[in-house]
């Protein structure tokens, strides 16, 4: 085994950061929402965590995209431009995931700094770090404050409409965070992808398997 | 100046004689001089020799429809009046001084009278009654009531005292109609502190501005009238209350601080530009009469008959369109004036944030009246969480409490359906274990 250097420490700080974040996100809205189904917290405490969390969350967004944005690791996210390969390899990755991991397999996608994602994860992850991560931010800043953005509220049908909004990607977030906890157990042993996201350091198998 | 009665009053030939008498008094004084009857107040002859006759106990006339007038007048409480510098002519210079007490006067109702004698208000009180005539006791007088309030059903122009000096709660002319919201009203810490500490504490005519009132339900004229004395009241609340000039909006002060009222949703027809409340053309019963065709059974509207009187509304108008503007409010005048100690005021957020809550079992469509009082009607509450009113409903939205089910069971299904997939593999997982081993094994023994 190999020790591979995949995660720099502005990612894995933003990583955490935004781990226990959603956590805290996910819980206290569940607990905003149905009040009348279990109360751990009182209704104005999970408001104002909820909403402090919101802000600290914004805030580490602008961490993970300042880093992407002004290094060369972008190239983790951009995704293979040449749709036959692409597809090609994100069958050969639905493959692996769907049969081959029981047979023992090896990954057919090996991680560097450069491109540690692959095809099925780069399109997962800008889906939704650059369309639902953005459209959960802007909405609960919109119902943050409802009437001072009143006007932009309106411009989206009303507060019913982006509560809705807000709704819908908390579902897809409480989705994604199941997957998530499932698919990072799926390493070299259960517990490898997370020792990696906490030192920065993937182990690889010499011969290039994981 | 219109006649003020007509021949037939003071018919009685007692009260013809004493007239006769007291106008012969009348003028041999007004050669003397003045009568002074009080400190500082002394009226002259004419009043005198009115007041000759009217200062009688049970001095009365019947109206043609058999309601007694009361026609005496206490020269003691008209010295002690605002109105002790007024003669009497200024307000009734339509009499006949030939004919007055001599002829018999007929007034058709007590009605007729008070309202034909508003009239002569005018003449000193221009600004008052130019505002009255905004007022929804004008308007209800326009539209024919015969109870709403006219000038001297609140002020008796023979007795009335300044404003600044009435400090009994008891002496407020509101009660005498709206007896039971006045009741309530005694008992709140209004009331309660005007009774303490005298005219520093909130009456009536602090919140509803008696010559400028309006229906109680419309507008946002009496938040506007408790933040007046309540200055603090928006920073106060924004240091504790999440959103909460969006509460400011959508909930009527009482509906915390009078924590006994039963509230309801209360949906607002209002106009899609400006966000104005609508009103109802007098004579043109458009609201009564669709919701009719709209709601055949009377039960309440539901989510299509809501969304079809809608449609048909806007059809019928040519201005902007209607749309629903919900708030939260107290159900009746008399809860209204049930406000507590501000300490007891509601703060616990769970009373409307959760799903059931009891201000949303009760929801109500509502427009403005001709006079600007409302026409209500209700609406079936399970509008408040259905996806497919959120067109119709989509100015309103409260946490937990009014949270479109629908997502309620996607939540279920989404957690339940990601949840199968762990499950599923690892169960695939383990079925192929002997598969794996063998093909392990296999390469191993290759490899060596």
């Given at each position: 085994m190999k020790q591979i250097y995949i995660h720099p420490l502005p990612v894995r700080i933003w990583h955490w950061i935004n781990a226990i974040g959603f956590i805290v996100l996910i819980a206290t809205g569940l607990q905003i929402r149905y009040m009348d189904l279990a109360q751990i917290l009182p209704f104005k405490v999970a408001v104002d965590v909820h909403n402090w969390i919101g802000f600290v969350l914004m805030a580490n967004y602008f961490l993970w995209l300042g880093f992407y944005l002004f290094t060369d690791k972008i190239t983790v996210y951009l995704p293979e431009m040449n749709?036959?390969?692409?597809?090609?390899?994100?069958w050969r990755q639905i493959k692996f995931y769907g049969y081959e991991i029981f047979l023992g397999k090896v990954n057919p996608h090996q991680p560097t700094i450069y491109h540690k994602f692959n095809p099925l994860q780069i399109m997962m992850y800008q889906i939704i770090m650059l369309l639902f991560v953005p459209?959960?931010?802007?909405?609960?800043?919109?119902?943050?404050?409802v009437k001072q953005f009143a006007f932009l509220i309106d411009l989206f049908g009303g507060v019913r409409i982006v509560d809705m909004i807000h709704v819908l990607m908390f579902i897809v977030f409480s989705g994604f965070l199941i997957m998530h906890l499932y698919l990072i157990t799926l390493g070299h042993t259960r517990f490898a992808h997370i020792k990696a996201m906490l030192t920065?350091?993937?182990?690889v198998d010499e011969g290039g398997k994981h | 100046m219109k006649n003020f009665l007509k021949p037939g009053w003071l018919a009685l030939p007692?009260?013809?004689?004493r007239l006769v008498l007291s106008s012969l008094l009348a003028l041999s004084l007004a050669f003397v001089a003045p009568v002074a009857l009080a400190a500082d107040v002394e009226l002259d002859a004419p009043e005198l020799a009115c007041l000759k006759c009217h200062d009688k106990e049970g001095l009365k006339m019947k109206t043609q429809k058999g309601e007694v007038l009361p026609l005496s007048i206490s020269t003691k409480a008209f010295i002690d009046s605002m109105h002790n510098k007024t003669s009497c002519e200024d307000c009734h210079d339509d009499l006949d001084e030939k004919e007055h007490g001599k002829v018999p006067s007929t007034v058709s109702s007590k009605r007729e009278f008070t309202l034909k004698m508003s009239d002569t208000c005018i003449s000193c009180h221009k600004e008052n009654v130019a505002l009255f005539k905004d007022t929804v006791h004008a308007a209800m007088i326009n539209g024919g009531s015969e109870k709403a309030a006219t000038c001297s059903d609140c002020h008796n122009s023979h007795t009335v005292k300044s404003v600044k000096i009435v400090a009994p709660i008891d002496q407020i002319p509101c009660a005498r109609c709206h007896e039971d919201i006045f009741k309530a009203y005694s008992k709140d810490v209004h009331g309660l502190e005007r009774v303490a500490k005298g005219k520093t504490s909130p009456t009536c005519n602090n919140c509803h501005s008696a010559h400028e009132i309006k229906a109680a339900s419309f507008g946002d004229a009496l938040k506007d009238s408790c933040i007046k004395c309540h200055k603090d009241a928006a920073p106060s609340h924004e240091k504790w209350l999440p959103n909460s000039a969006l509460h400011f909006e959508a909930v009527s002060c009482p509906v915390c601080h009078a924590p006994d009222a039963q509230r309801r949703v209360n949906l607002r027809m209002v106009d899609s530009v400006g966000g104005k409340q609508?009103?109802?053309?007098?004579?043109?019963?458009?609201?009564?009469?669709?919701?009719?065709?709209?709601?055949?059974k009377e039960v309440g509207l539901d989510e299509k008959e809501l969304r079809s009187f809608l449609k048909e509304f806007n059809l019928e108008s040519e201005g902007p369109k209607a749309i629903l503007s919900g708030r939260l409010e107290v159900r009746s005048g008399v809860q209204a004036h049930q406000l507590s100690e501000k300490e007891k005021a509601i703060k616990d957020c769970k009373v409307c944030h959760q799903y059931g809550a009891t201000p949303f079992q009760t929801v109500v469509l509502t427009m403005a009246g001709p006079d600007g009082r409302p026409l209500r009607h209700g609406v079936e509450k399970e509008i408040l969480s259905s996806l497919t009113a959120t067109g119709t409903m989509k100015g309103f939205y409260a946490i937990g409490s009014?949270?479109?089910?629908?997502?309620?069971?996607?939540?279920?299904?989404?957690l339940l359906g990601v949840a199968c997939?762990?499950?599923?593999?690892?169960?695939?997982?383990?079925?192929?274990?002997a598969k794996r081993e063998q093909l392990k094994a296999a390469s191993n023994k290759d490899q060596s």
């Open positions: 749709s036959e390969k692409y597809f090609k390899d994100s459209i959960q931010f802007i909405s609960g800043l919109l119902l943050w404050d920065g350091y993937e182990e | 007692s009260l013809r004689i609508l009103w109802e053309q007098r004579g043109v019963p458009k609201f009564e009469r669709l919701i009719k065709t709209a709601d055949g009014t949270r479109v089910k629908l997502l309620d069971y996607l939540l279920v299904l989404v997939v762990p499950i599923a593999h690892l169960t695939a997982n383990r079925l192929f274990k």
